[in-house]
Every structure is written in C-alpha cells, then in structure tokens.
C-alpha cells in the first residue's frame, strides 16, 4: 500500500494541520529515525501517542484511501478514514476518529455503516475512537512525555543487557536512573519506550517513584 494520503491534507477554515514524528509511518525501509506526518485535528494527533505505543501496532497512516459508498439517504458520497492501520497479527482496519460520536447526525452514521461493509469485503476492520478513550489521563500525558524517545533506527539490546546485570532487581524509576554504569535518563527512556523496561503509563504521571520492571 501507498503511505502518501489518499487525498490532499490541506489547512482550511474548519480544519488546521498538525505534525507529528511518526516511527510506524515508512513507505520503504529508512534510516530516518521518524517520518513526519500530517493529521487534520490535535484528537487525530493525540490518537498517533497511542499507535506509536501499542506495541501490537506495525504501521498505521492518516487518510488511507478514499471510498464512494451509496445508501438510503444518498448516493456515490465520498469517505476517507482517519487512519489505516496494520497489526502484528495480519488484521487489518481503518479508523474513525471523533469528538463524541453519540453526536453524529443518522446520515452520516449510516454512511459509516455503508464504508464498513465495503472494509469488511476488502478484508479490513472498521471501527472508531471518541475523545474520551484517547484522551484519558495520566496516560496521554505519559506518551507524549516519551514520544520524542522514540527512534526507528535504534536497537537498544546492548544496553539492555548492561542495565539488567548493573541493576537486577529495579523496583523504581530512580533505580534505574541511579544505575552503576552511568546510562544517562534518555538512555533509560529509549528502553522504556522499546518494550525492555516495562510500567503502567495509565496509573500515574511518569516519575522517579513510578514502579518499574524488566520485561520477561
């Protein structure tokens, strides 16, 4: 599949453009350590916090493919999903992303239901995410804390392997950070963030308190 939009991001009266350094974003291998993406709400830019962490997400890209859908109150109307997104597993699915969609009007609901039937057809899932999961706290704050430890590029084995010798048993953050070797905080981050340093992002904000352990 192609990474680029189905149709042109473009800023307009309604709507502003907003950036963000996507790790899962690659049309072709890159040594870049993110891609730049653009998404056309900060809810769709939130929503990238929580695709960059979940650790069953391959690849996701904003504004996929655009269908023509017809039903009972219209006919051959346009639909772009927010997102297309690819698991680990093989499934495939797009993704609505809204405010609250108990707010949406019949029409454009049923248009929804129309498109996934298509989805489903072409072998996608189909389903939406509302504000109030994608904006649920202290666990959005946690991820954009992180993001910027993300890297494509980086394969953080090594420094795992010295870290779990130094510091066997960690119980908290500040175990980690006061480690023999001298591994400074963004070290421990990038292996926070690479799955090999393992806490609950959705408890409490991220500090030296927070209990931390090594992946198994």
Do not use: W
């Not at 650790?55 to 639909?79: E, H, I, L, W």
């Not at 797009?94 to 298509?118: A, R, T």
């Not at 989805?119 to 991820?143: C, T």
């Amino acid at each position: 599949m192609s990474s680029k939009p189905a149709r042109k991001i473009k800023p307009s009266a309604v709507k502003n453009l907003f950036k963000f350094p996507s790790t899962k974003s690659f049309g072709e291998p890159s040594f870049r350590p993110y891609e730049m993406i653009l998404v056309e709400s900060p809810l769709e830019e939130d929503y990238c916090f929580h695709l960059e962490a979940d650790a069953s997400v391959v690849s996701y890209y904003p504004q996929p493919k655009t269908f023509a859908v017809s039903g009972d109150y219209f006919k051959d109307r346009n639909y772009t999903p927010d997102f297309e997104i690819h698991f680990r597993s093989g499934r495939k699915a797009y993704v609505e992303v809204k405010k609250d969609f108990e707010s949406l009007d019949e029409i454009y609901l049923h248009k929804l239901e129309m498109v996934s039937i298509e989805m489903k057809n072409n072998g996608y899932e189909f389903f939406h995410v509302d504000e109030s999961i994608i904006r649920m706290e202290p666990l959005l704050s946690n991820l954009r804390k992180l993001q910027r430890y993300r890297d494509h590029t980086n394969n953080n084995e090594g420094f795992f392997t010295l870290l779990r010798k130094s510091v066997p048993a960690p119980r908290t953050l500040n175990d980690l950070i006061n480690n023999p070797l001298g591994l400074r905080l963004n070290t421990i981050y990038t292996l926070i963030v690479s799955g090999y340093v393992v806490i609950d992002l959705s408890k409490d904000l991220l500090t030296v308190n927070t209990s931390v352990r090594y992946a198994k």
